[in-house]
């Protein structure tokens, strides 16, 4: 619950986010460089504590995020890795109980990724603290600000998912 003091803050914060800073797109490239680099502050972490890769994360991350069962084939092409790089990462998240590998019934040759469950237990415990802070900025929010900031980081995930294909 925010005391008064901290809903007063984010009141201000609302007020002055319209601001002239509000449009500045430099302003905006370092917000999003830092949130980045926080990110990945607590990426590395995880993955050093788990004996992965930052690699083998971002891999967990399209295992748990995909709307749809994840193959080897989809994660390559998703990571920009070669088969080879993605079948050690593969057996690198294996062997540390985070994925099992599954044959499809149908078709035996398709081998689909799933999250580990209690390794996404594990996974959940450890980022914790980036949900209760997402949850924290979140407050000072409205419904409104809210639908255009996730208006926003959609466009920006179009627009990089744009670069990555057109690099390939």
Excluded at 71 to 78: E, K, Q
Excluded at 145 to 157: G, H, K, P, S, T
Aim: proline share 3%; with cysteine; charged share 25%.
């Amino acid at each position: 619950m925010a005391t008064a003091n901290q809903r007063g803050q984010h009141a201000h914060e609302r007020r002055t986010a319209a601001g002239p800073e509000a449009g500045d797109l430099h302003v905006l490239a370092s917000h999003l460089r830092r949130m980045n680099g926080e990110i990945n502050r607590l990426v590395h972490g995880f993955a050093a504590t788990q004996g992965l890769h930052a690699t083998d994360v971002q891999a967990l991350a399209a295992i748990l995020d995909s709307p749809e069962p994840m193959t080897p084939g989809r994660l390559r092409a998703h990571l920009g890795l070669t088969s080879g790089a993605v079948t050690a990462c593969v057996d690198r998240l294996e062997r540390a109980g985070h994925v099992r590998r599954v044959r499809e019934s149908a078709d035996r040759r398709v081998v689909h990724l799933h999250y580990v469950s209690d390794a996404r237990a594990a996974a959940r415990t450890y980022f914790k603290p980036l949900a209760e802070a997402a949850a924290s900025a979140r407050e000072r929010f409205d419904e409104q600000e809210l639908a255009v900031v996730v208006r926003f980081l959609a466009a920006m995930n179009r627009e990089l998912g744009l670069l990555h294909s057109e690099e390939g």
